[in-house]
């Protein structure tokens, strides 16, 4: 401590310190006008979305922000008022469930999406399975594991256990599975080679290029795979109507096909 | 048990699995544990500080990371993982034997501390009197220094235990969430408050889970005061 000076160094130094970590408590919000759309939608829907947005934000201006997990994950948290705008289920049922509990505008309700349901494996998996009735998906898998999202709640699950209980696999494989928090922790199991096999959206199959689709699931099989899109009761963001309205556009539908969605708007 | 709790099968399957793995946790770290303890109580060779460090690594590190460390070692496609797999056929990727191995990862430096200063607190004059009337230096440690360090040992084992019954990240990353398999209370917890209708599961779990800790608890204090009662000098 150098001699004559009234504060030392070191004294002076924590105090810049702590005031600069004490700022980052302070709360700077946000005006409210031109306050960020804030959109909860399936986990599937990532990279598409994500190129949607950016669209939109660069044409009309319009900031947004979306949080991507499970629909049964989603729709948990909006039903603890979740301050969200705008849903996107990958399945009917958990927006039915919403719309039950009076946390969607019913009025805004549409059907946007549609996927098909594949199954997968690691891209240099030496594996060959004809997807049929009864098909042999247990000898397939030997002794590992089959990754499939939560088919208790995840909508990816859900359609998967649909697909195999229609084709009398289902038993087969119920205690072999490797249940997963959504569609695309399902798809980082195969193409890290954890898992030999896996269910997921074709659209998932087709972003990741370290998988191959081994066959996709008659559309029989399962329910079909719909995406509804809502806005969230709560909301009161004005910008809400113009996003949902953009969505429906043809100026979203290249986009979304170009990652293998079906357009149904 | 399970009926009288009103547990679903799948909550008692999650119980017994979280007990089986904290308990295989446990027992298997605590023969390196005590190894490395005594290495770092009484040991002088280089690289202390190193070893020091890299045992108390999964306890500042973010358990996620620890579990992605395992993952990429000892995962099906990893070095070690692979080896294992083909040398010995021990598997630890999405079985219970993966979470076991996460859990007493986590535990460890625990165990390590509360033995290491349990060690450091033995009278070191006991031992040079045991070694001054021809005991050998394993029998030394045996026979005066690991008696003495009970407490420390015994306080070890139920923190690690207790860590085991609460580890959460690492096991989810590196063995995932399996029911039956992987499953531990804290994922089943977990799982149930991802999904709508899952609270009273999930309220039913945390109580069962709380009450758990507390037993292991209250035992460890019990058999240190025990302890305290026969051994000399504590």
């Known amino acids: ?265 | 048990m399970a009926e009288l709790l009103h547990l679903s099968p799948e909550e008692a399957t999650a119980v017994g699995l979280s007990l089986r793995v904290a308990f295989w946790a446990m027992t298997t770290s605590l023969i390196p544990g005590i190894l490395l303890a005594l290495a770092l109580a009484r040991g002088r060779f280089w690289g202390k500080s190193l070893l020091d460090g890299l045992v108390h690594l999964p306890l500042v590190m973010p358990p996620v990371v620890t579990g992605y460390v395992l993952l990429l070692l000892l995962g099906r496609k990893g070095p070690l993982g692979r080896f294992l797999d083909e040398h010995f056929g021990i598997v630890f990727a999405f079985r219970w034997t993966g979470a076991a191995l996460a859990c007493a990862v986590m535990g460890f430096p625990l165990m390590v501390r509360a033995i290491r200063l349990s060690i450091e607190a033995v009278d070191r004059r006991l031992e040079d009197a045991a070694a001054t009337l021809g005991a050998a230096p394993v029998w030394v440690f045996l026979v005066i220094t690991l008696p003495l360090a009970l407490p420390g040992v015994i306080a070890g084992m139920i923190l690690s235990f207790a860590r085991s019954m609460g580890e959460f990240g690492a096991t989810i990353t590196f063995v995932s969430n399996i029911p039956g398999e992987t499953q531990t209370l804290p994922s089943l917890i977990y799982t149930l408050t991802q999904v709508p209708g899952g609270d009273a599961g999930a309220l039913r779990l945390t109580l069962i889970s709380i009450a758990i800790s507390m037993l292991a608890l209250l035992v460890a204090e019990f058999l240190a005061r025990r302890l305290a009662r026969i051994l000399p000098g504590t």
């Open chain 1, 1 to 265: 401590m150098a001699r004559g000076v009234p504060f030392p160094i070191s004294r002076r130094l924590f105090a810049c310190v702590f005031l600069i970590l004490l700022s980052g408590a302070w709360d700077n919000a946000a005006p409210a006008q031109d306050a960020k759309l804030v959109i909860f939608a399936a986990a599937s829907l990532k990279d598409a979305l994500d190129e949607v947005n950016a669209a939109y934000q660069r044409e009309k201006g319009q900031a947004t922000t979306t949080s991507y997990a499970a629909s049964s994950t989603l729709a948990k948290q909006l039903e603890a008022a979740a301050p969200a705008d705008i849903f996107i289920s990958a399945d009917l049922d958990w927006m039915d469930y919403l719309a039950k509990r009076n946390l969607i505008k019913p009025e805004t309700r549409a059907n946007l999406l549609a996927n098909r349901l594949v199954l997968i494996a690691p891209v240099n998996s030496p594996l060959n399975l004809a997807i049929g009735p009864n098909f042999p998906l247990a000898q397939a898998l030997g002794n590992g594991r089959l990754a499939i999202a939560d088919p208790n709640a995840v909508p990816a699950g859900r359609y998967g256990k649909a697909a195999l209980g229609s084709l009398g696999a289902w038993s087969t494989v119920a205690d072999r599975l490797a249940p997963a928090e959504n569609v695309r922790a399902t798809l980082a199991l195969v193409s890290r080679g954890e898992a030999p096999l896996g269910i997921v959206y074709q659209t998932d199959a087709d972003s990741d290029k370290a998988v191959k689709i081994i066959g996709t699931f008659p559309e029989n099989t399962h329910p079909p795979i719909i995406y509804p899109i809502a806005v969230v009761a709560i909301s009161t963001n004005p910008a809400v109507m113009g996003y949902l309205t953009y969505l429906k556009s043809p100026a979203a539908r290249p986009i979304f096909e170009k990652h293998g969605f079906t357009f149904l708007q």
